[in-house]
């Protein structure tokens, strides 16, 4: 029995980890470096790309950065073991770009409600958040985009359930960060389940990684409905979920796609996709992805202001 505890209070504890971007070293397994020592991907600055700056931006000869770094998503972005410095792929996204422009990154961590707030106000001159391409957020702010959004349901390993489509989470819990792309597919499934006579899914939010591991380890929720790039990093590292269901973060007809965001008519934004072009042409860009493990949600160039996820309501 004593035996057994341990072994529970040991799972336990490595979901919260895991789940908050904790770890005390890279692993071989992983292939991940939360250490406050980051070796990052460099690159050289672009002319071209840089003499598209508003000259207040490159007088000034920095690029604030803006990211929802605080509660943990590794390997997107967290914060170190020193729990103060900002790392993982957007990170490394956001230093490629400053650089390429001929400046440096100032990554400052925000909450995501407050990463909107900031780029509203100006005090951020781009978000690199794992922020999805929607139409109404293309109301208010420009995109630059540099990779693929996927999402996926991450369950306790072992159950029979899977998800297809909308009607396999009728009557389920399901947690999903509240403003996000992900939330909105999640609420227009359940609007639409509930039209067909279907029982609606129960929505539930935490306010960080941990307690949503310890939810559903509890079997407090059923599911987790989060970015691809973290779930599948959580599930490789606890042994103890699996992913249930893999989508588009654009809905069913759209591939999502994930950028970098800043104010509306701002003049930023064309710098930004020059940015990201020449660091996809020179190679830096592949590293950062292959780095932390994401290859495979790579683009071949960034646009602008693409479709992205409908407004249905």
């Not at 389920?172 to 609420?187: C, D, H, P, R």
């Amino acid at each position: 029995m004593k035996r057994s505890l341990i072994a529970v209070v040991a799972g336990l504890l490595l979901l919260a980890l895991a789940g908050c971007g904790v770890e005390p070293q890279a692993t071989a397994d992983t292939g991940v470096n939360t250490s406050a020592e980051q070796d990052r991907v460099t690159t050289t600055k672009n002319v071209a790309a840089a003499e598209l700056l508003p000259a207040k931006v490159r007088e000034r000869g920095t690029l604030i950065v803006g990211g929802g770094f605080g509660s943990g998503s590794v390997p997107l972005g967290f914060l170190a073991d020193d729990n103060k410095t900002p790392a993982g792929l957007e990170v490394d996204i956001a230093h490629l770009v400053a650089e390429a422009l001929g400046l440096k990154a100032d990554v400052q961590v925000t909450s995501w409600e407050n990463l909107f707030i900031g780029i509203d106000s100006g005090k951020y001159d781009v978000g690199f958040s794992n922020i999805t391409v929607t139409e109404k957020r293309k109301q208010k702010y420009d995109f630059a985009t540099y990779r693929k959004d996927d999402i996926a349901f991450e369950a306790k390993k072992g159950g029979s359930w899977k998800v297809s489509g909308g009607k396999d989470v009728a009557g389920k819990t399901i947690a999903v960060g509240s403003g996000t792309n992900q939330e909105k597919i999640l609420v227009d499934w359940n609007e639409a389940n509930v039209k067909a006579g279907l029982p609606a899914a129960t929505i539930k939010y935490f306010q960080n990684q941990t307690d949503t591991y310890l939810a559903l380890s509890s079997g407090r929720i059923d599911a987790y409905l989060g970015p691809n790039p973290s779930i599948a990093y959580h599930v490789k590292t606890s042994g103890q979920t699996e992913t249930i269901g893999k989508f588009s973060g654009a809905g069913p007809t759209l591939q999502g796609l994930i950028a970098a965001t800043t104010h509306k008519d701002n003049g930023l934004v064309q710098a930004y996709q020059a940015a990201l072009n020449a660091v996809i042409a020179d190679g830096s860009y592949a590293k950062v992805l292959a780095r932390w493990n994401v290859s495979n949600e790579a683009v071949t160039q960034s646009q602008i202001n693409p479709p992205g996820l409908p407004i249905t309501s």
